[in-house]
């Protein structure tokens, strides 16, 4: 389908952002006109200056990203379209000419005495920043010298090569093979790989999955020399900015604190015995006489019929969604009729799914709309991070409107939780049901345990080289298999295969970031289970949640919707709700 040929009412109001291309090269002038920041360089121990930097950079900040929004928005309609590409990179060329403008701001207040950057938390007029300059002042005890700052900036450029290598190798040079596919001889790619793994043919599946891991394979030393290297990579700046730790350091960073880390592990440590129990489920259900990896993924349940029209999927989405309240409904019924979302997949349009934000405007929403299930499904996350968006966007001043990548998933998250809950009441057809237990629980097992086994390795070939043990095929591979086996139990073969699976995961180059899936669904079943069972106050903190945007940390934010990562009752909870799920999803399947 051409996008000309979608009704105006499934394409997304660009309009709202800049009416034309040419209103957008004139505001794109104006907001190279306003880089002139450099000029308060030496001057930020005043106050006076430090609030009119701010308040300008601010401005300038808006405006680009507004600019930067609708160059990638248009981009995004029509890939093919080389004018939009070229507006992306014009965004590029402003971001960089700022960055050199403002490059002496960190270092400057970095140098500002603690007294300084406390008397600015304190001072009223910088109520808008006070959560910023708190960092700033936490971070002094990390500091260092300029020499040093200039010296490990020098060493940046280099070490982002760990990332563009294995890139490189795993999107143009890794050696996938062709496989045969309905009668047809195709290259074997990620896409196709991850589909085959979602198939019913067996056959076909063991095939694949032994052909993409010899792809692998057959790169493993470079592949262990990569990771070796961006490992080491993560010891140096652990050194030099004087941390214990790399977990400490990426904790630091990210204002989380350790016990959510540790409760983490501990608590998905104890429930093994449920994910184990579900992996011999699955062996059972299946009827193999042994299952291994590549029947991971394999349907437990029979395809079930939902294919409902957009339209039709986003009314079922707002009867779902209900417990949020009548306000929230409103809301997306908003995002609907004044068109917040592009909805049809046409040719040239960039795949997937996501949620976008503008500040002072609303987000917006790309879909690429199929009458599937999980289509529905996407509904409700995208709208669940558009909603989040827009409530911390309302409430917050623009300094402190984009909340933290830690929470980004719990909005979505809590609004597939309360979807599948909806159908679940609503179905009468047992295979429905079945299909959404069953879904529900790889939902848990693939955002939940899987990337906590990836955090726990990645914890681990951490520790291994803070401790000058390097890092090899052998030691790797064996570390990677151990902690797959004891994940996953006995019920399922582990080859050395999977063994390798660390070396294909492109994460593993964003150290400690994966922790954060699985403490998002925790966040998210504990709030939506406290909005079904009726606690008092329950959405009304919840709300609060997501109106907070980045005022605090994270973990603070959480706590106003009654999730205290700290403490292992959150952790538990979810635990328990696999179990209890798993439970239902027997008694169906007669197990």
Request: aromatic letters at 14%; a negative charge.
């Amino acid at each position: 389908m051409q996008r000309s040929e979608v009704k105006e009412q499934y394409k997304w109001a660009i309009e709202d952002v800049y009416p034309s291309d040419e209103a957008w090269e004139s505001e794109y002038e104006r907001a190279k006109g306003m880089i002139n920041f450099s000029r308060y360089a030496g001057k930020l121990g005043d106050k006076d200056e430090l609030y009119s930097y701010l308040k300008e950079t601010e401005a300038f900040m808006e405006l680009a990203e507004r600019l930067a929004e609708y160059a990638f928005l248009k981009h995004d309609e029509d890939t093919r379209i080389s004018k939009y590409s070229a507006y992306n990179g014009k965004i590029g060329m402003l971001f960089s000419e700022y960055s050199a403008e403002v490059a002496f701001f960190e270092p400057e207040m970095a140098a500002q005495s603690g007294e300084y950057l406390q008397s600015v938390i304190d001072d009223k007029r910088f109520s808008d920043y006070d959560y910023s300059f708190k960092l700033f002042l936490k971070r002094k005890a990390h500091v260092l010298s300029e020499g040093e700052e200039k010296l490990v900036a020098l060493a940046d450029e280099s070490f982002s090569s760990f990332r563009d290598i294995f890139g490189m190798v795993d999107s143009a040079d890794l050696p996938l093979p062709e496989v045969e596919l309905d009668g047809k001889k195709v290259k074997l790619s990620h896409g196709l790989y991850g589909f085959v793994m979602h198939s019913s043919d067996r056959a076909k599946r063991e095939e694949v999955y032994n052909k993409y891991y010899d792809a692998f394979k057959s790169l493993l030393n470079t592949l262990t020399a990569n990771y070796y290297g961006n490992v080491k990579k993560d010891v140096f700046y652990c050194k030099a900015y004087k941390f214990s730790s790399c977990l400490e350091r990426a904790l630091f960073e990210e204002d989380v604190d350790r016990r959510v880390y540790d409760n983490l592990l501990k608590a998905v440590e104890s429930s093994f015995p449920a994910l184990h129990r579900y992996i011999a489920d699955r062996k059972k259900i299946l009827g193999v006489d042994k299952l291994y990896f590549y029947d991971v993924y394999a349907p437990l349940v029979s395809d079930v019929e939902f294919a409902l029209p957009y339209d039709e999927a986003y009314d079922y989405v707002i009867k779902g969604l209900a417990p949020l309240g009548k306000d929230y409904q409103k809301l997306l019924k908003k995002g609907h009729d004044e068109r917040w979302i592009d909805v049809e997949e046409t040719e040239g349009k960039r795949s997937g799914a996501y949620s976008s934000r503008v500040s002072g405007l609303h987000p917006f929403v790309l879909l690429n709309y199929q009458p599937t299930l999980n289509d529905v499904f996407t509904i409700a996350h995208e709208m669940g991070h558009s909603l989040h968006t827009y409530f911390s966007c309302r409430s917050q001043p623009y300094a402190k409107q984009d909340y933290r990548i830690f929470v980004a998933e719990v909005a979505s998250t809590v609004n597939e939780v309360l979807l599948l809950k909806y159908m679940l009441k609503e179905a009468k057809d047992d295979n429905l049901k079945k299909y959404l237990l069953n879904y529900y629980l790889d939902t848990i097992r693939a955002t939940l345990f899987r990337q906590t086994l990836f955090a726990e390795f990645e914890y681990k070939a951490h520790d291994m080289v803070e401790n000058n043990q390097p890092l090899t095929r052998e030691n790797l591979c064996e570390l990677y298999g151990g902690l797959n086996r004891r994940y996953y139990g006995d019920a399922i073969e582990h080859d050395y295969n999977i063994s390798c699976e660390w070396c294909r995961i492109p994460h593993f180059y964003t150290a400690f970031y994966v922790y954060k899936y699985a403490t998002g669904i925790i966040s998210a079943i504990n709030i939506a289970n406290k909005i079904l069972s009726g606690e008092e106050s329950a959405v009304k903190d919840y709300f609060a949640f997501l109106s907070g945007g980045s005022s605090t940390d994270p973990v603070s934010l959480l706590k106003l919707a009654g999730v205290d990562l700290t403490s292992l009752q959150p952790f538990e909870y979810a635990m328990a709700e696999f179990d209890n799920t798993l439970r239902e999803f027997e008694k169906l399947m007669g197990l």
